[in-house]
């Protein structure tokens, strides 16, 4: 596709679930990232992978957190044991190699409730 | 989370009016980067500055890469209605070594009066 494509746009879910937020980054971009966002807050890192390694995990919060990039094209990242303080935007970016600045999708708001 | 410090927080000012706002850090960054943010969407990027004291200009918008490589600033000449949304600041890394992980300002509101 012509940007960062992010499904679903939205998703509200019971404390305790399991979440996968998907993202698919613009074509030929071997850098893609996922941050989350908080209400009146700026994006914060969580995880960067270049092609399909993650070569920085150092954002993730604890270790209900894991993203995956398996075929170095589409991510996604997954929630397990859901929590009220997981709610958020979580964004995703790519770029064409990890400079540059980065290309952002329009985001999934979780809401956990 | 490590954020730098953006200010102002907000802003209210007439259509027509110039606008600035910066952002500073205590770390040194190699790029600085400025996005805009409309409700419900992801940041767009509007300027991107590669070199310390580089001033760039993309229409109605200049940026300038401080000479510290620490700060940056934002301005906006003869302001629109359009111009409204939620500015953010980014630092960046990148090179041998570095991920080019984006560290984000708070962010400054901007609202114009026609």
């Known amino acids: 596709g012509a940007g960062v494509s992010q499904t679903p746009s939205n998703k509200v879910t019971e404390k305790g679930k399991y979440v996968e937020l998907r993202c698919d980054p613009i074509s030929g971009h071997t850098a893609l990232y996922w941050y989350r966002q908080s209400l009146g807050q700026g994006p914060e890192f969580l995880i960067y992978f270049q092609g399909t390694g993650a070569a920085d995990d150092s954002g993730l919060p604890n270790d209900r957190f894991f993203a995956v990039r398996p075929e170095g094209s589409v991510s996604t990242l997954k929630i397990q044991r859901t929590e009220r303080g997981d709610s958020a935007v979580y964004l995703c970016?790519?770029?064409?190699?990890?400079?540059?600045?980065?290309?952002f999708g329009q985001g999934t708001r979780l809401t956990v409730v | 989370g490590q954020q730098l410090n953006q200010s102002p927080q907000s802003m209210f000012i007439q259509e027509g009016e110039d606008v600035s706002m910066n952002c500073t850090s205590s770390?040194?960054?190699?790029?600085w980067l400025w996005y805009k943010q409309d409700p419900g969407e992801g940041p767009v990027l509007l300027i991107a500055?590669?070199?310390?004291?580089e001033l760039t200009s993309n229409g109605r918008l200049t940026a300038q890469f401080g000479i510290t490589r620490k700060d940056s600033f934002l301005n906006i000449s003869a302001s629109i209605p359009s111009d409204v949304g939620i500015y953010f600041c980014?630092?960046?890394?990148?090179?041998?070594?570095?991920?080019?992980?984006?560290?984000f300002g708070q962010g400054t509101t901007l609202q114009v009066k026609p």
């Open positions: 770390s040194i960054f190699n790029t």
């Open positions: 980014a630092g960046q890394l990148t090179g041998s070594g570095n991920t080019g992980k984006l560290i």
């Open positions: 970016a790519s770029s064409l190699t990890g400079g540059f600045g980065a290309f």
């Open positions: 500055l590669y070199k310390a004291g």
